[in-house]
């Protein structure tokens, strides 16, 4: 379904904005859908994407997976392998706060991705980490199972679906 988040905060945004969270865009589009929502699946890790490729073929259909990767420059969370096994399994995107790396052939797949930069070297894979946990990053509060919308000019979040 077509949005933009925009007219979805002009329509549920009041003046003190209550019930959306909203944020410019700080994260890189790195996806082949700049334009996506989904219900929330967290994930809390650092420099280890075991439970990041657990989580990307398991179903997701109407989800977005948001990976708080504690801001890591320095390995890839997700490249274009379980980039494509997201999409596989119907995953709507993923938000990264951390890099991803396989860039150019992200960007040919039907999956939103957004991520802070990218990065060559792939992590650990030691199992360590949260799954369904509150995080935040990018001025933003992401809790499980709310809903968040992303487009070229911006991320909201809101706790009842919107569309």
């Not at 003190?16 to 699946?41: H, T, W």
């Not at 990767?69 to 390995?75: D, F, L, T």
């Not at 990218?118 to 650990?124: A, E, G, I, R, S």
């Amino acid at each position: 379904m077509p949005f933009r988040t925009a007219d979805l905060t002009d329509e549920f945004c009041s003046d003190n904005c209550d019930e959306v969270q909203a944020a410019g865009m700080s994260l890189n589009c790195y996806g082949g859908k700049p334009r996506f929502y989904g219900e929330i699946v967290t994930l809390k890790l650092f420099e280890d994407n075991q439970l990041l490729r657990d989580q990307v073929y398991s179903d997701g259909k109407g989800k977005v997976l948001v990976v708080d990767g504690g801001a890591s420059m320095r390995r890839a969370l997700m490249g274009d392998m379980l980039a494509a096994t997201a999409a596989e399994n119907g995953w709507s995107g993923v938000v990264i706060n951390g890099c991803i790396r396989d860039s150019v052939d992200m960007a040919t797949m039907q999956l939103g991705v957004l991520a802070l930069g990218t990065h060559p070297l792939k992590t650990v894979k030691a199992g360590v980490g949260q799954t369904n946990v509150s995080i935040q990053f990018a001025d933003l509060k992401f809790e499980p199972a709310d809903f968040i919308y992303i487009d070229e000019d911006g991320i909201i979040i809101s706790e009842k679906p919107l569309i």
